[in-house]
């Protein structure tokens, strides 16, 4: 199958300061990946869609200028949680579909700590 | 809007039980339903994807039915073992989108 490589698969950062996650597709080229969250013993949430060359489409709740999405190229995404706090601590995961293949590839997830 | 939800949140039972885990989704307008296992702290492991138009799909010991209808799946693990041991997500996507909705997960222990 088709592999999505997710860096770094866990950061500690000091509250305020911002971490930057990135998403590649290694061996394909997505036009749109997805960033979801997910908090301890709950399920994965969409936070938006990143969309190759445009502007991210976030859903209802998640706040573009905290969480800024840049898809430069057809191969990486990246997730930027800005003036982090606390409450950002999650494991946040990236998906890319793969054209010619119905089911989704995953990152590894990164493990977000602020403290 | 979709909502997607599993039954039960938790199991733990002993090795060698045949086990079903179950999905329902609100919307059954679903282009294909996928199952996945996490190791805690760990990303997703795809298991089965059946498509809209299929009832069911098969890998190893592992069984996922679909019925669209009703808007219910299941997986069916035959002989488990411990290192079946994980949480199970199920996730619907939708037509003319690529993004998944997810479950609430099943938590399951397998004992020796």
């Known amino acids: 199958g088709a592999v999505v490589s997710q860096h770094p698969s866990w950061v500690i950062c000091k509250s305020g300061t911002s971490v930057k996650i990135e998403c590649r597709s290694l061996?394909?080229?997505?036009?749109?990946m997805f960033w979801y969250r997910q908090f301890p013993k709950q399920s994965l949430m969409l936070m938006a869609t990143s969309n190759e060359g445009s502007k991210a489409t976030y859903e209802q709740g998640v706040e573009k200028d905290k969480f800024l999405i840049n898809h430069a190229s057809l191969t990486l995404s990246t997730l930027t949680v800005t003036s982090a706090h606390p409450e950002d601590s999650s494991f946040y995961i990236c998906?890319?579909?793969?054209?010619?293949?119905?089911?989704?590839?995953f990152g590894q997830g990164t493990r977000l700590t602020v403290v | 809007k979709q909502e997607v939800t599993q039954i039960p949140a938790a199991l733990s039972v002993p090795e060698g039980e045949n086990l079903v885990l179950n999905c329902s989704f609100t919307d059954s307008a679903i282009y294909n339903l996928q199952w996945f296992r996490q190791d805690p702290g760990k990303g997703l492991t795809s298991l089965l994807l059946i498509q809209s138009s299929q009832r069911e799909q098969t890998s190893g010991r592992l069984n996922a039915s679909l019925d669209k209808s009703s808007g219910r799946s299941t997986l069916y693990i035959a002989a488990s073992q411990p290192g079946d041991s994980a949480t199970y997500l199920c996730?619907?996507?939708?037509?003319?989108?690529?993004?998944?909705?997810f479950g609430t997960g099943t938590r399951l222990q397998v004992f020796p």
């Open positions: 998906s890319a579909p793969h054209r010619g293949d119905t089911e989704a590839f």
């Open positions: 061996d394909f080229q997505a036009t749109t």
């Open positions: 996730a619907v996507s939708g037509y003319n989108t690529d993004k998944l909705i």
